[in-house]
Structures are given as structure tokens and as C-alpha cells.
């Protein structure tokens, strides 16, 4: 049959920072099938052909319209043979047999469901999987393994911590944050981040940066936030980590590397949150709250900007304006500042506006980077 090719758009760009992508997805199918690809290899630890199809997936993703034959993929970005077999596979059939076949295997499923906890990453899960454990019950019978605290919250809060969090529940939270902040100081700055900042209706957790214009007093901001937290009787579970940032260093060229600012991840306890509780459920129906994941960081004031720009991903979109800045500009990019290697010298930036014109990069919106 043949197929219309849709109205030729502008050329897609290979970077992410250089397309506006909207939580509108007209391609879901062929990228929720890319997903499930470059997740099997992110669980066997195969980073190269992950982040193919993470960047296959974005791609698709920035597109107005909906694929609907092979040749109108034709002069995009970014698809290699694999991807494009697949595209083919899945507009003829309406699903791929190599994707079928990972979602029924079971060291994928098992892998998935191990990771699924709060604290436990690809390696742990791996470890677990080898062991031949299968299932939670399994790990919680096994005598041998100790669970550190992290992963014992996981498994404490894991009906709520994974189902998932509501934009309202998030405004909730932040009123909750924002008010913290300003009892401890009335100059505070919080904004919310992460994928809620860019529009989602729907998140894992609530990702939020707090600062104060006070040099230096950003360093008991978090610590004061906790206190209070305790006090209130909501704080189920902190991890609370200080400051490394070094103001003179380079910015990393490890992407998966975490930030150097003071961060805390915790888990909260949401009063009156039965909104999204689910019909069927029948245990907690009669709670009124749920636990949920926070995050906060508190950078300086004068990289406030780096960090709000880091922070508010999503994480396709932070690789590119990084790969973008190197190979691009030359320059060097990370959460905490921007460096010019032709210059020799930090750019500094007061809004994200200021960071996409140091790259020389059109700006584009929170709600734009779903990237
Ligand atoms: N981030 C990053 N590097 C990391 C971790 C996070 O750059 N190692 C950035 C990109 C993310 C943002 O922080 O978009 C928030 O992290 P989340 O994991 O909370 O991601 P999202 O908020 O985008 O998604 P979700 O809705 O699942 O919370
Ligand atoms: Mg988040």
C-alpha cells in the first residue's frame, strides 16, 4: 500500500536541545517498543546500542505526526538498521517479536521487578538474579543478604513509592516544601524540577532545587528542611548528602555521574492523598496518605541556573546539550557550570536563557524538553 508522506518539516536535528519535544507523543507505540530495547541492554549493562535506542526513541518522540510507513523516517536522525527492522516489523504487524520475546523472558522481568525497588540498581539486581532469587519473598527469606536502609525503605513503601506520583500530589508536596523553606528563611527560592517543571501528569518522584540568595547559607538549608520535616512526623526516610561542589573544577565528562551539590532523596509521608488510590484496593483504602518520593538539592545561588537547567531534564535532553556543548562549542557542560576550552574560562549564567545562548542554542522551553 502506499503511504503519504507527511508534510516535509524542517530537517530534525541529531540533538535533542536542538528539537522541541511536548509530552505529546504521536509515535507511542514505536517508541514504548524502543524503550523496552534499550532497557534490556541497560539491565545487561550494554550502554552502546541502550542509548541507540534511547536516541531512537527521542527522536520519534519530536515528530508532529505519527510514522506511519518506513519511508517517511527517511533523511531523520539517528535510526540505524535495527530500529528501522523494528519500525517495519511494527507498523506491518502491529507488534515486534524480538520486543514479545524480552518482555516474556525472565531474567528481563526479573531484573525489572528487582530494580523496581527503591535502592537497587542493575548490579544488585544482577547479583540477586544470579543467586537464582525470583521474587521479593525470595530475597526477604534469604538469610545471607542484608538489605542496607535504602533498599529496606524500598521494600517498606513499595506499594506507594511505585505507583505513581500525581501533578497534584506534587503541588501538595511543594506547599509542604515551600513552606519549610520560608519558616527557615523568608528569602528562600524553591522550584519545582524534574519532569512536572516540564508538564507531565505523572511522575516517580517530586524533584524539587532550594536556595537562598545568602552566600553560603544554602549549606544548612537542607539539613534545616529535614528538622522540620522529623518534627511534623512526615519524614519516613532520609539520605542526606553534603556538599562536594568544588567551584574551580571542570565540569565532568561522565554523564551518569551525580551533581556535587547537597541533596537529600527522601520519602514523605502525603496526608490526605486518596485521589489516585485505586478502586480495587483494599488494604489503605481507609488510610488517608501515602509515601512518596522527594528530592531535593540546594545548590549555591550564583549556579542556581546550571542546577535548575540540569535538574529539569529530561535525561535525553541533559546528554544532548552535553554532547551538543562538546563536539558542537567545544565547551564543556554539566549541572554546575559551563566551561569555554577555546577561552580557557566559566561562562556565567544567571537564567537558562543565558546557558542556551552561551551554546548558541535557540531556547527552549521546560515543557518543550520531553526529550
Ligand atoms: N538527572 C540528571 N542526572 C542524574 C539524575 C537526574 O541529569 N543522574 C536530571 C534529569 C532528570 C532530573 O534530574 O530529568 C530528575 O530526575 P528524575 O529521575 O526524577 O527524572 P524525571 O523527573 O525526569 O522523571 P520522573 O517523572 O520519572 O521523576
Ligand atoms: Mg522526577
Redesign the pocket.
Known amino acids: 500500500a502506499r503511504c503519504s508522506t507527511p508534510t516535509p518539516v524542517a530537517r530534525v536535528s541529531q540533538y535533542a536541545c536542538q528539537r522541541r519535544t511536548t509530552t505529546e507523543n504521536n509515535n507511542k507505540i514505536l517508541t514504548d517498543a524502543f524503550e523496552v530495547l534499550a532497557e534490556s541492554y541497560e539491565l545487561n549493562q550494554l550502554e552502546g546500542p541502550c542509548l541507540a535506542f534511547r536516541r531512537a526513541a527521542s527522536v520519534l518522540k519530536s515528530l508532529p505526526w505519527a510514522v506511519q510507513c518506513l519511508g517517511a523516517t527517511q533523511g531523520l536522525p539517528c535510526l540505524g538498521e535495527h530500529t528501522k527492522a523494528l519500525i517495519e516489523e511494527i507498523l506491518q504487524y502491529g507488534h515486534s517479536f524480538e520486543v514479545e520475546k524480552i518482555l516474556s523472558d525472565e531474567r528481563y522481568q526479573t531484573l525489572k521487578l528487582f530494580t523496581s525497588v527503591f535502592g537497587v540498581g542493575p548490579k544488585t539486581a544482577e547479583k540477586w538474579y544470579r543467586r537464582g532469587l525470583r521474587s521479593f519473598s525470595d530475597i526477604l527469606a534469604e538469610p545471607s543478604i542484608q538489605l542496607n536502609r535504602m533498599q529496606q525503605s524500598g521494600f517498606l513503601h513499595y506499594g506507594d513509592i511505585s505507583r505513581?506520583?500525581s501533578k497534584a500530589e506534587a503541588r501538595a508536596l511543594g506547599n509542604i516544601i515551600d513552606e519549610a523553606v520560608h519558616a527557615i528563611t523568608p528569602d528562600g527560592i524553591l522550584a519545582l524540577?524534574?519532569?512536572?517543571?516540564?508538564g507531565?501528569e505523572?511522575?516517580?518522584?517530586?524533584?524539587f532545587i532550594v536556595t537562598t540568595p545568602e552566600q553560603g547559607k544554602e549549606e544548612t538549608l537542607l539539613p534545616n528542611i529535614i528538622d522540620r520535616l522529623k518534627e511534623q512526623g512526615i519524614l519516613l526516610y532520609s539520605d542526606y548528602q553534603t556538599s562536594t561542589f568544588d567551584i574551580s573544577k571542570l565540569p565532568s565528562h561522565k554523564?551518569?555521574?551525580?551533581?556535587h551539590f547537597a541533596k537529600c532523596f527522601l520519602i514523605l509521608r502525603l496526608e490526605g492523598s486518596l485521589v489516585d488510590r485505586g478502586l480495587n484496593s483494599t488494604e489503605g483504602d481507609s488510610r488517608g496518605w501515602r509515601a512518596v518520593?522527594v528530592?531535593l538539592v540546594s545548590p549555591p545561588m550564583e549556579r542556581y541556573a546550571y542546577a535548575l537547567l540540569?535538574?529539569?531534564?529530561?535525561?535525553q535532553?541533559?546528554?544532548d546539550l552535553r554532547r551538543f556543548a562538546r563536539l558542537e562549542q567545544h565547551m564543556l557542560l554539566d549541572?554546575h557550570a559551563l566551561y569555554d576550552k577555546t577561552k580557557k574560562e566559566f561562562l556565567a549564567a544567571t537564567t537558562e536563557r543565558d546557558i542556551f545562548a552561551h551554546l548558541g542554542l535557540e531556547y527552549i522551553e521546560p515543557w518543550q524538553r520531553n526529550a
Open positions: 505513581a506520583v524540577t524534574g519532569g512536572f517543571r516540564r507531565k505523572f511522575g516517580h518522584d517530586v524533584d554523564f551518569e555521574a551525580m551533581d518520593r528530592d540540569g535538574w529539569t531534564g529530561s535525561r535532553f541533559e546528554r549541572n
